[in-house]
């Protein structure tokens, strides 16, 4: 028995020393091979086997089989969990690429730089590395680039492989902080959530719901309403036309079995609409080109059976891929067969009390391949030729057919149009025109990229305009389209605002794959609050039936919205970036102050700060007034919390998670 129990006792040792050597076999995984666009934080994409613009990767005239693509400033991130051995490439900028900015690539680990390349240009030879990452917990790819207006910014990590452990493989970093909630539930009571004024056009038709959060069913009533409109008490909504220029101060009411809440609105009949920045929702990033009409019908009944309408929110977009062909009494452009029912759809999210937006572009085609505003024949057709060469015929073509188009969208009763892609002043300005003849109020909302030195052109002839590149859900995604904004600050203001893009929160996609998204809790905070700080449009870019308690929360904090929708309309200012602290401030119209301290840890000065390492850490910071500004007492009221903290008079501290903020509203005492 003895005998029988030592041979099995070896053989279990056995066993077990053939298990570790297994476990220490490593293998070598191409980058190329991994699902690389998951790992990506950048806003261009990554190619695998590619180049940034989908050719063969090539450095100095050398041509790589293997590797990946970067376009600009890339950031790709890997979770080793101490499961790799090393990591190594060939770098260098591609010979597609822009033949003047200098690049840098690094390879960071758990906080610490493993591989700087220094300055690379076009025409240098590659230069190849091999990094050790034993024991390596997070790894970083990174390429530091000015990359600011230019186009073809392409540089790649060639014949890149990385060791790993047995049958391991890289891993997404983890997203997993507290998804902690701030602000507190609504009343039972009626409280008014619509914005304090409203532009509209005289003649042209008057279409504005009275939004309340509290107990349902709720009864609506106005006082000193214009003749010429018609409120319906059960809905909130008010319909009709104001034919002279001027203004009318009113008073919308809301009452149900437990209270009764006022609001004072200012109507303004005249040219400017969009007194305040549009909120709603607009279809890319949760359904791409498998949008359609029952997608926009249940998105606008979860916006107002998940209570998102009560506190503002009633643009429903639809992006790119709604576009049919060319025919009616306007030959314009018609809604393709996945919207069967266009207009029907249109007058029931109408019904609801909610407004509809679509999407067009002057090319021939939209970016999605779609038919655009412009054709080279005369009839505009879209022959096959066209469909099967989609990226061929992105250009304005010989006839153009925006009157027809404003006519055919204002007979639908469409309430707001994304005109697309990389706009030029003349285009942009031909659809202006085309829509302030139309005979409906639409808000104009320009996209891609609107270039800053037309700034004032873009303030002129649109309603909105995109300030930067198609935002990503990373951290350097929303650093680079929000707290790089100050300069177009001055610009923005009632009827025409700075856009940053659409938000990223929720479950997100750009087409390729639904995932939560991958900013952190505290970015997510920073996220709403500096776009209210800025005075931005507020569109929701995820599936709204998909929202979860958090990001709703984070979506329905009124005071927060208040900041967004003030009617003085002036963006925050950056006032001040020192200890890794950035400070914006925005005046409002009733003299106090809204006021924001971002924990940006000095993101983008060290490639280290382009990483989540998962040991970063809040800081305690000193506000003083002075720095500020202002002088004198103030009465501070924390947004988020929607709690007051009482009358200081020089400063306060206050404690900021790492990527995220604290929100401030600032009330003198006099």
């Not at 006519?407 to 085309?434: C, H, N, T």
Request: hydrophobic fraction near 35%; proline fraction near 5%; aromatic fraction near 12%.
């Amino acid at each position: 028995m003895k005998n029988v129990l030592n041979k099995f006792s070896k053989l279990v040792f056995l066993f077990f020393i053939l298990q570790v050597v297994h476990a220490q076999q490593t293998n070598k995984l191409w980058l190329d091979d991994l699902v690389i666009q998951t790992y990506s934080e950048g806003i261009p994409g990554v190619n695998a086997k590619m180049n940034g613009g989908g050719d063969s990767i090539r450095i100095a005239g050398k041509v790589f089989k293997r590797g990946i693509g970067v376009q600009a400033t890339s950031i790709l991130s890997f979770y080793l969990k101490g499961n790799a051995t090393e990591f190594s490439a060939a770098v260098g900028v591609d010979d597609q690429g822009n033949q003047f900015l200098p690049h840098q690539f690094y390879v960071v680990a758990d906080g610490k730089v493993l591989f700087a390349s220094g300055d690379m240009k076009y025409g240098d030879k590659p230069k190849s590395f091999t990094v050790d990452l034993r024991g390596v917990q997070r790894m970083g790819l990174l390429v530091k680039v000015n990359d600011q207006g230019f186009t073809k910014v392409y540089s790649n990590f060639a014949d890149a492989q990385i060791t790993m452990i047995g049958d391991t493989k890289p891993m997404n970093i983890p997203n997993d902080g507290e998804r902690y909630i701030l602000t507190p539930a609504s009343k039972p009571s009626p409280r008014i959530n619509t914005a304090p004024v409203f532009g509209v056009t005289p003649g042209n038709p008057f279409l504005f719901t009275i939004v309340a959060t509290g107990e349902k069913p709720m009864q609506f009533a106005v006082d000193r309403l214009p003749k010429g409109l018609t409120l319906d008490s059960k809905t909130g909504i008010i319909t009709g036309k104001l034919m002279e220029k001027g203004n009318h101060e009113i008073v919308l009411k809301a009452r149900n079995k437990l209270g009764e809440s006022q609001k004072s609105l200012l109507i303004k009949v005249g040219d400017t609409i969009s007194l305040t920045p549009p909120m709603g929702w607009n279809g890319w990033n949760s359904w791409a080109r498998q949008i359609d009409g029952g997608k926009v019908i249940a998105s606008a009944k979860a916006m107002v059976n998940m209570g998102l309408k009560d506190h503002g929110w009633n643009y429903v977009n639809i992006d790119d891929a709604w576009q049919g062909n060319r025919a009616g009494k306007y030959n314009a452009m018609q809604a393709n067969e996945k919207f069967p029912n266009f207009k029907e759809m249109i007058d029931e999210i109408h019904g609801m009390g909610l407004k509809l937006g679509v999407y067009s572009t002057p090319w021939i085609t939209s970016y999605a391949g779609y038919i655009g505003g412009s054709s080279n024949f005369e009839n505009g057709a879209f022959p096959d030729s066209i469909k099967n060469n989609k990226r061929s015929f992105r250009y304005i073509g010989k006839y153009r057919f925006e009157k027809e188009d404003a006519l055919q969208m204002a007979d639908w009763g469409v309430d707001f149009l994304k005109y697309d892609w990389r706009l030029e002043v003349p285009s942009a300005e031909r659809m202006s025109i085309a829509l302030k003849q139309s005979g409906r109020d639409m808000i104009y909302s320009l996209s891609n990229s609107a270039p800053f030195s037309d700034v004032k052109d873009w303030v002129r002839i649109s309603n909105m305009y995109r300030t930067g590149p198609d935002i990503r859900d990373s951290w350097h995604g929303l650093y680079r389209c929000t707290f790089t904004l100050d300069k177009w600050g001055p610009y923005g203001g009632p009827g025409h605002w700075n856009d940053p893009d659409m938000m990223i929160l929720g479950n997100v996609t750009t087409g390729t794959d639904m995932h939560p998204t991958r900013l952190t809790p505290d970015e997510q905070y920073s996220h709403i609050s500096l776009f209210a700080l800025l005075s931005a449009p507020l569109l929701i870019g995820c599936p709204i039936e998909q929202l979860d308690a958090f990001t709703l929360n984070l979506l329905t904090n009124d005071e927060v919205i208040d900041i967004d929708q003030d009617p003085l309309g002036k963006s925050a200012r950056l006032i001040a970036d020192e200890g890794g602290v950035q400070t914006w401030l925005k005046p409002m119209q009733d003299g106090s102050y809204a006021v924001g301290f971002f924990n940006t840890d000095d993101y983008g000065k060290l490639p280290q700060s382009f990483f989540r390492w998962g040991t970063e850490k809040p800081k305690n910071f000193n506000v003083t007034f002075a720095k500020l500004g202002l002088k004198g007492k103030w009465r501070v009221h924390d947004v988020w919390r929607q709690k007051n903290l009482g009358v200081k008079e020089s400063s306060f501290t206050s404690i900021i998670p790492h990527h995220g903020v604290t929100m401030y509203r600032l009330y003198p005492i006099k």
